[in-house]
């Protein structure tokens, strides 16, 4: 449970750096490209987080992201509509490293706000479940 809490800790820590970057109005590109980079580390605390969420309070096993997304799913914490947010988020989480294509960038960019919301909903979800 301690790591857990441990994981939840860094997430949620990661998501406030993200939020920062997303609230901008007008990014420079430096701007743009280092949100893209919070996005990708704060995906990778927020699916760490829910697959050790998973093992110890669902008792599921989940070795990748988009397993723990379809598992969250399942376990009640997303709709399905928020799970297949989930998947594409995972999807332009694997494509981070293309930040060179401006076309990339871009698309994953404006995707930000929608993929910050989920993962918002996502640790409070989990934090809320731990609760109770």
Request: proline residues 3%; positive net charge; hydrophobic residues 45%.
């Amino acid at each position: 449970m301690e790591r857990l809490k441990e994981r939840l800790v860094s997430a949620t820590q990661a998501f406030a750096t993200l939020e920062e970057l997303v609230a901008l109005p007008h990014p420079s590109r430096v701007e743009r490209d280092a949100a893209i980079q919070r996005f990708a580390y704060t995906f990778e605390a927020c699916w760490k987080a829910a697959q050790r969420y998973l093992l110890v309070i669902e008792g599921v096993n989940a070795g990748s992201p988009k397993a723990c997304i379809r598992a969250c799913r399942d376990a009640g914490l997303f709709s399905d509509e928020q799970a297949v947010v989930g998947l594409e988020m995972s999807d332009d989480r694997n494509l981070t490293a293309h930040t060179y294509n401006e076309l990339v960038a871009e698309r994953i960019h404006r995707n930000l706000p929608r993929y910050a919301s989920m993962m918002r909903h996502w640790l409070t979800a989990m934090q809320a479940r731990m609760k109770t």
